[in-house]
């Protein structure tokens, strides 16, 4: 066994320690290779200087702010007061619409409101009172003069001086005055909630009518215009864009 591995290891060794000289010719073109691509070296002295604080770059001018202006209500487009590139204050009218039902509508509901106020007696702002309207006054006074008539009626029957039917008439006119003096009560707090509604109505109508006019939202130029009189304009329907154009956004990209 010992020598068969002699006669195997001298051959391997041989191989190791022998090469051709085509692959030795190519090592050595390759080292000589690498030493040229090395890069050369320069040395400078570092200096100081001063660099202008200042610097050049290219934008775009924006508007500050920009609206597309909707209609707050629905209507045909009677006037147009503006145009491409005209300035506006914030307020100015910028589309009229047809008001006519609106207005119709405003002035029904104010008289609603106008009436239930009348009903109740009381005035604009003033804290309500049920006991002070005069339906209430007049069931409290006949209550009162019930309830007292009764209270004589009982004492006279006590000590025998009227009937049994007398006592109970006067005791049904009482209860009777009662019934009448809550239901009077009742009756006004429902005629106050009827002002309340009408109210509220008369200021929808009145939102309504104010709706009608299309009003710039600020101070700027017009970019454009979408609407011309004749045409009928949905709520929500972009009528103008308005831009504010003092002061102008420059945008740049650095």
């Not at 045909?76 to 589309?95: Q, W």
């Not at 109210?199 to 009145?206: D, F, G, I, T, V």
């Not at 309504?208 to 929500?236: C, H, K, L, N």
């Amino acid at each position: 066994v010992l020598l068969a591995f002699a006669l195997v290891s001298i051959p391997a060794a041989a191989l190791v320690g022998c090469k051709r000289p085509e692959a030795q010719g190519k090592a050595e073109a390759t080292a000589q290779a690498e030493v040229v691509s090395i890069p050369a070296a320069h040395f400078a002295k570092v200096t100081e200087r001063t660099l202008p604080a200042t610097l050049e770059a290219s934008g775009t001018l924006a508007a500050d702010e920009m609206s597309e202006v909707a209609s707050p209500g629905s209507g045909v487009c009677t006037s147009v007061e503006f145009d491409v590139g005209s300035h506006v204050k914030k307020g100015d009218p910028l589309v009229h619409l047809d008001g006519r039902d609106a207005s119709r509508r405003l002035a029904q509901a104010n008289a609603a409101a106008a009436q239930a106020q009348a009903r109740l007696g009381t005035k604009p702002g003033e804290r309500f009172d049920p006991a002070a309207t005069s339906e209430v006054r007049s069931a409290k006074e006949a209550m009162d003069l019930a309830v007292a008539d009764a209270a004589r009626t009982k004492s006279l029957f006590d000590s025998g001086g009227v009937a049994q039917a007398a006592w109970d008439q006067a005791k049904a006119r009482a209860e009777q005055a009662r019934a009448q003096y809550d239901g009077a009560v009742n009756g006004a707090q429902q005629a106050w909630a009827g002002l309340a509604a009408a109210q509220a109505s008369a200021n929808l109508a009145q939102k309504a009518s104010a709706d009608t006019v299309v009003r710039a939202p600020f101070d700027g130029a017009v970019a454009e215009r979408r609407i011309s009189a004749g045409e009928f304009a949905q709520m929500g329907r972009v009528v103008a864009v308005v831009v504010r154009d003092i002061p102008l956004r420059f945008r740049v990209d650095i």
